[in-house]
């Protein structure tokens, strides 16, 4: 029981890894410290599809599994829970397109953000 409840918390714990990767960029421009955060979360999340390596959360997710007496899924966190139900079936290479430019603007945006703001200050002092 308790590692099953270890599992669902790691399982919990990676979906919002995956929530903040998408939107961590954009959380940023109201809170820049999030920034340092979300850098150590888009590392890890393109040096895994880059790399493509098996991510050291699924294999946590299931050894707790296993050791919990269940069966461990095949594949992937992505493949298991998202794939076919976030969106359709086998367009993975899509949504990490679409997560890969969601971070790209999220990163210009806090830029222009950032600049805009560095601006007000200088012209409040003056």
């Not at 890894?17 to 820049?32: C, D, S, T």
């Not at 955060?37 to 946590?60: E, G, K, Q, R, Y």
């Not at 069966?71 to 992937?76: D, H, I, K, M, V």
Request: proline share 2%; net charge neutral.
């Amino acid at each position: 029981m308790v590692y099953r409840v270890l599992a669902d918390l790691v399982m919990i714990f990676h979906g919002a890894m995956l929530i903040f990767f998408v939107i961590g960029g954009f959380l940023a421009w109201k809170w820049r410290r999030v920034i340092w955060a979300h850098l150590f979360v888009a590392i890890w999340n393109l040096a895994i599809v880059i790399l493509d390596f098996d991510c050291p959360v699924t294999s946590l997710e299931k050894h707790w599994r296993r050791e919990g007496g269940e069966q461990p899924y095949e594949g992937g966190y992505i493949q298991h829970y998202v794939d076919g139900t976030v969106y359709p079936e086998g367009y993975t290479w899509l949504a990490e397109q679409i997560g890969f430019g969601l971070l790209v603007i999220s990163y210009l945006g806090l830029y222009f953000v950032s600049r805009r703001t560095r601006g007000r200050s200088v012209e409040t002092r003056t």
